[in-house]
């Protein structure tokens, strides 16, 4: 796939399939570790002790059908880039304790490293295969400083866009967050808010 | 720049136009998105369908997306389900294509016959 957000909308459809009502992205790149962590966190079904060795397999899915890619797409991409995938997953009976986590860890300065793209297409595209899951992003980028010798700072600027579909609806109130008109404003207060998160505001 | 109080706004706009009409039933539109259809390209066909339907103000049509439904050779791959429930499947399907599935079949009741997978198979 030719950008992180396709692989984003690929393995979040996993969490919907999995009977999610919550489903956390957390994305952080660390410029002075040069590490970027993505995180797809979800309160679903969750995954078995027994099919956790199986997962990363392209010949083996848990939906009725022989292939299963997302999950073996994306740990070949995060290998490329000099990191590595890890799934844990815990099946509690309870809302509160079911818990799966995908975490890719990749090098930022690899040259296997993929462009985030359209980030936007792909949470609009999340909500309309379930309006009712509420779905979370966070996109933080710690920052270099750039020293200054009259400083003194050692503080590294962080940056971080939030997008809380929560906190959407809360606003929306009996209105649908699947309405199209809000579609289209949600389409680009996700692309101007990662913008200026990117450009340092 | 973009703020919530804007989405306020929106929120209020479409409030006063939901009291203005009864929203029936309509057609549903299904966009597979498995790993074969983003491959394809089918996340800008979902988008463009989106577009098209906001700008035709479509209110009562339903857009989703689905998984993989075993037809990858043809992704992207798009099913219009009908108000009485019949199902049509196209394949192949592009921005522009999907904009033409929206304003033929979906708002007029004209099916885009040499679009649909079963022509594809032949």
């Not at chain 1, 020293?147 to 606003?171: A, E, G, T």
């Not at chain 1, 929306?172 to 699947?178: A, F, M, T, V």
């Amino acid at each position: 796939m030719n950008d992180i957000s396709l692989y984003l909308l690929d393995l979040a459809q996993n969490s919907y399939e999995a009977h999610a009502s919550e489903i956390k992205i957390i994305i952080e790149e660390n410029e002075i570790k040069k590490k970027l962590i993505i995180k797809i966190e979800d309160n679903g079904d969750g995954i078995s002790k027994q099919d956790l060795k199986n997962v990363i397999n392209p010949f083996f899915s848990t939906k009725h059908k022989e292939i299963g890619l997302g999950l073996s797409l994306f740990s070949d991409l995060c290998q490329l880039c000099d990191g590595k995938m890890e799934i844990t997953s815990t099946r509690g009976t309870s809302i509160e304790t079911k818990k799966t986590i995908i975490t890719g860890y990749m090098n930022l300065d690899s040259i296997n490293l993929l462009d985030f793209g359209k980030i936007e297409d792909t949470i609009i595209s999340l909500i309309l295969m379930n309006p009712n899951v509420d779905l979370y992003y966070s996109h933080t980028i710690i920052k270099r400083l750039i020293k200054d010798d009259n400083k003194s700072s050692n503080m590294n600027p962080k940056y971080s866009f939030v997008l809380d579909c929560k906190q959407i609806k809360r606003i929306l109130k009996d209105i649908p967050i699947q309405d199209y008109k809000v579609l289209q404003w949600l389409k680009k207060y996700i692309k101007n808010g990662i913008e200026k998160m990117k450009e340092g505001l | 720049m973009k703020s919530l109080a804007e989405l306020e706004k929106i929120r209020n706009e479409e409030k006063k136009k939901m009291n203005l009409r009864d929203i029936k039933h309509g057609y549903q539109i299904v966009v597979g998105m498995g790993t074969c259809g983003i491959n394809a390209g089918a996340r800008d066909v979902l988008m463009a369908i989106v577009d098209e339907v906001d700008k035709k103000d479509l209110r009562d049509v339903t857009v989703t997306i689905s998984g993989c439904i075993g037809e990858c050779e043809y992704e992207p791959v798009v099913k219009v389900i009908d108000t009485k429930g019949k199902e049509f499947i196209y394949g192949k399907v592009t921005a522009e294509t999907g904009k033409k599935i929206v304003d033929e079949h979906v708002m007029n009741n004209k099916v885009v016959q040499d679009m649909l997978l079963e022509k594809y198979k032949g």
